[in-house]
């Protein structure tokens, strides 16, 4: 038979621009046809890779660094990848040696406005292709407002909540965490910041506001640049975060119970 | 009571309470062991199963796990019981229980009868020591049909959930997922979709949406916009033609609080639902979705195992006669459970349980790309939740959800599993089907059709909208 007979084209074939779903794929019979099926495991694969990559902590020292900034290096209480996603409590937390390093290279900071915690999270990804540029674009607007920062701190194996001990440790009256969101088919590689007014264990996601969505097919890096600075200052500002906060581009983090953040 | 007791190659096991007992014996699944509950090892986790088969199934009347007095789930449970409907298995223990569900003069008749005298805490003890191949076959012979527009759980009959979702809830992209989806013979259980955005405003519109829609090509079948109860609330008192009303429920009182809901405000929205009267054959007007895990997420479990906990979500649903129940098996993450042989076997267990206590169940057949599952699991839960009858699964175009970033099952799986057992959809809706030649009378689908007259509902809004 003819190979254009094979498969059926969809009817709704003029549709498919009109959303970024998977409609009018076609069909072999009533089934996926094959280039559909191979598409879709390729976006599943990078979903997974970014998951399971190593994260690159040299690399993304490097790149920060390079801005000018000092960096300091930390492990969550979960040592690997699968401790990481079977027990979240342990990523919201540093292990022991993390937090006499933090402790101690602390301890003379006074003052300080705003710890920044770059954690891979559920996409190490993206973090490698997102926190270079974001940095550099929003560390000088901090500079030109002489916001004072601790050490930014990169941490394996960090969930969300992690900012909490961090900023408590530094003393910081705001704690920044620019994390990897859980990757879906679309983008695998996509990151969240996520921002809590005096950091302190025990704060809750009603506490938090969330600019979500950073990667170059989303919020691009240097809208994502402005949108974390004007959060920060409306939180500096308002001496708040969370629900109460007025800041209409932001979304607060309280995520439905089933679908945990990070 | 000093507790249960079993002996297994030598070692004597104690369980301290049926609570304890029943998280012990309960199937390996890592949220248990993120609570804390579950059994040590595999041998205790035998002897529990062993312990369990002794039990009274009357034993579950009289020892709550999750207190009366704490909990209007458990006074639910307890209140509503019905003992004649309990009668015929009153005398059994948990094993003589899964042997007698097996037997063959346990028809869909018998089953049926018993449902009101089912306890969610007695299903879900049997369903541990059942295998996969138990809970399918059990499930298979039960029927739960319920009516608004279409006739939804009949045998040979499998109904789909159309599912639009658009990141930013665009009244185009979403017709234009629902144009596909119905092009497959998607549809039937309900055109339901999760909003973007949780305000009255955005509920309002595609509520109107879906409505005309549905007015305007005469489809049997029913809308549902998922936003929170009291939102939708919100949408009926103002006027808007709600058919189902939704909600995520829970299995006990302290984690439908952290949901925002009561037994008050559901038999509210019940109440009104009902009184829109919107459904042509039929009045069951809910729809609830649960999962596996969720107490425990709103530290709610009271120690419970989550399985145990989601079979009492059902008993919640059971109150209103729901149109549609189904969990979303494997959406929660793999905290709690971890792969696809979990999420498997979480599915078969919530499927036969909602499904042995009369709740009409479907499964968001489902995972999250940081658990260790893939399509092929899917296909295997979805073939074995055929096999067991399940009365309806998601359909989403090419099994990408967009707006919630995870996979379930796509129109092209509902086409796989209507030819492999030869189901149909529901007979009004195929009838409609049929009538709009996107399927023929042997159920398939039928070449496609040049400017299929379901696309001049895009005409509207693509004019309305902006470039």
New interface residues.
């Given amino acids: 038979m003819d190979k254009r007979e094979i498969v ?5 074939l ?3 621009k ?8 076609g ?1 072999a ?4 046809t094959t280039s ?1 099926w191979l598409d ?2 390729g ?2 694969a990078a ?2 890779d ?2 399971n990559l190593p994260f690159d902590v040299p690399k993304v020292q490097q790149s920060i660094e390079s801005l000018g900034y000092p960096t300091i290096t930390c492990c969550s209480a979960a040592h690997d990848r699968a401790t990481f ?5 342990l990523g919201r937390r540093l292990d022991d040696e993390s937090r006499e390093k933090l402790s101690a290279s602390t301890a003379d900071l006074e003052s300080i406005d705003l710890a920044i915690c770059v954690c891979d999270g ?1 996409s190490t990804t993206a973090i490698h292709t997102a926190i270079g540029p974001v940095l550099e674009q929003l560390l000088p607007r901090l500079a030109a407002e002489d916001w004072r920062l601790a050490p930014i701190l990169i941490v394996r194996n960090g969930r969300v909540a992690l900012q909490d001990e961090i900023g408590q440790l530094c003393k910081a009256r705001i704690a920044l965490s620019l994390i990897g969101e ?5 983008t ?1 590689c996509s990151m969240g910041a996520y921002v809590v007014f005096d950091p302190t264990l025990g704060k809750t996601d009603a506490d938090r506001n969330c600019i979500s969505n950073i990667h170059v097919d989303g919020l691009r890096f240097e809208q994502a640049a402005d949108a974390i600075h004007r959060l920060l200052v409306a939180i500096r500002r308002q001496q708040i975060s969370g629900v109460p906060l007025s800041a209409p581009e932001s979304s607060t983090s309280s995520l ?5 953040p990070t | 009571m000093s507790g249960y007791r079993a002996t297994l190659r030598n070692q004597v096991y104690h369980f301290d309470s049926l609570r304890e007992l029943l998280a012990k014996a309960s199937p390996f699944r890592s949220g248990d062991a993120l609570a804390g509950i579950a059994a040590e090892d595999e041998k205790q986790r035998v002897a529990a199963q062993i312990a369990l088969a002794d039990v009274p199934l009357r034993a579950f009347l009289d020892d709550c796990l999750v207190p009366y007095e704490d909990d209007e789930v458990t006074r639910w449970i307890i209140n509503s019981h019905d003992a004649e409907a309990f009668a015929p298995v009153a005398h059994l223990t948990v094993g003589e229980f899964r042997d007698w569900l097996l037997r063959h003069e346990t028809t869909t008749e018998v089953l049926s009868g018993l449902a009101d005298g089912m306890t969610p805490e007695m299903v879900a003890a049997v369903s541990k020591l059942m295998r996969n191949q138990d809970l399918v076959l059990v499930a298979s012979r039960c029927r739960v049909v319920t009516k608004f527009r279409n006739t939804l759980g009949l045998k040979g009959r499998l109904a789909i959930r159309l599912q639009p979702n658009h990141p930013t809830d665009d009244p185009v992209g979403i017709v234009a997922s629902i144009v596909d989806g119905l092009m497959y013979g998607c549809g039937d259980a309900v055109i339901g979709i999760n909003p973007a955005t949780e305000s009255l405003e955005s509920l309002l519109k595609l509520t109107n949406i879906l409505a005309e829609l549905i007015q305007q090509y005469q489809i049997p079948t029913q809308a549902c916009v998922l936003a929170h109860v009291t939102t939708q609330l919100e949408a009926i008192n103002a006027g808007a033609p709600v058919d189902l009303v939704f909600q995520s429920i829970a299995g006990t009182e302290a984690a439908n609080a952290s949901f925002g809901v009561t037994f008050d405000l559901l038999d509210q929205a019940h109440q009104a639902a009902q009184q829109m009267g919107r459904g042509s054959i039929g009045q069951n007007v809910m729809y609830f979705e649960t999962g596996q895990g969720s107490c425990l997420s709103a530290n709610a479990h009271h120690d419970c195992d989550q399985q145990t906990l989601e079979a009492r979500a059902y008993a919640v649903a059971r109150r209103y006669e729901p149109l549609l129940v189904n969990s979303v098996v494997g959406f929660i993450g793999p905290e709690y459970l971890y792969d696809g042989k979990q999420i498997t076997r979480a599915g078969l267990e919530d499927h036969f349980c909602g499904k042995l206590l009369g709740v009409p169940m479907g499964c968001d057949v489902c995972y999250t790309n940081h658990a260790e599952a893939d399509q092929d699991d899917m296909d295997t839960l979805l073939t074995l939740l055929g096999a067991a009858g399940c009365n309806y699964f998601m359909g989403v175009p090419g099994a990408d959800d967009i707006m919630l970033n995870y996979q379930t099952t796509s129109f092209h799986d509902s086409q796989y599993l209507r030819q492999l057992f030869d189901l149909r959809p529901a007979p009004e809706f195929e009838e409609w089907l049929i009538r709009s030649e996107i399927i023929d009378q042997a159920n398939r689908l039928a070449p496609p059709v040049e400017r299929h007259r379901l696309f001049e509902s895009m005409k509207k809004l693509t004019l309305s909208a902006p470039d």
């Fill in positions: 059926t084209n969809d009817a709704t003029p549709l498919r009109l959303t970024r779903a998977r409609i009018a794929l069909r019979g009533g089934s996926l559909e879709f495991k976006a599943h979903a997974r970014a998951v996603l079977l027990r979240p409590d559920l859980r990757p879906g088919l679309a695998a439905p119970t089933e679908e945990p």
